[in-house]
Structure formats: C-alpha cells, structure tokens
C-alpha cells in the first residue's frame, strides 16, 4: 500500500529527512544506506539489503530448471549427494 508523506522539503544539499514510521519500514537507521531507483516518473527507494536480494532473485530466475531441478526434493537430494562426495 502507497503512503502520501506530505511536508518533505529538499534542503540545500539535497538532504530530505525521512520520516520515522518510513524508516522503520525500509528498516534503516542514522548511518544506513538506501537505494533510490528512478522509475519513469517517479523514485523508489528501498532498503540495499533488499534490493540485491530481488536482483539476484531475478538474475536466478528459471536457473533451477535448467538444472534440471523439478522440485524441492530434487535440491535436496543433489545437496545430501555433494555432501556425501564431499566426506569421501
């Protein structure tokens, strides 16, 4: 769900305080990080740590199959086979 923040003001630096309630959302804190995204016409901002995670998600996308992993069981299986190779 989109929230409307009103009253954020760009100060001479382009410095703009988040509000605390966005924060605690994004889960960052005074010295963290952020990414901002410029989609079109507008900016996201998102969290670093989740950001990456959806990029990897999407760089991984369709790697299982061409794998040849069908299911869970399927990774499971090859993960207590190297494991096994591995002890030997």
Do not use: Y
């Not at 989109?2 to 630096?13: H, I, N, P, R, T």
């Not at 605690?24 to 963290?32: F, Q, R, T």
């Not at 995670?53 to 996308?61: I, N």
Request: aromatic share 4%; charged share 30%.
């Amino acid at each position: 769900m989109s929230a409307l923040v009103e009253g954020a003001k760009v100060m001479a630096k382009g410095q703009i305080t988040l509000p605390k309630d966005i924060r605690s959302k994004l889960g960052v804190a005074e010295g963290d990080r952020v990414v901002l995204i410029w989609d079109q016409d507008r900016v996201v901002m998102m969290n670093p740590a989740l950001f990456a995670m959806r990029m990897l998600q999407k760089d991984l996308e369709g790697a299982a199959a061409e794998g040849g992993f069908e299911s869970e069981d399927d990774v499971a299986a090859d993960i207590m086979e190297t494991r096994r190779r591995a002890r030997t």
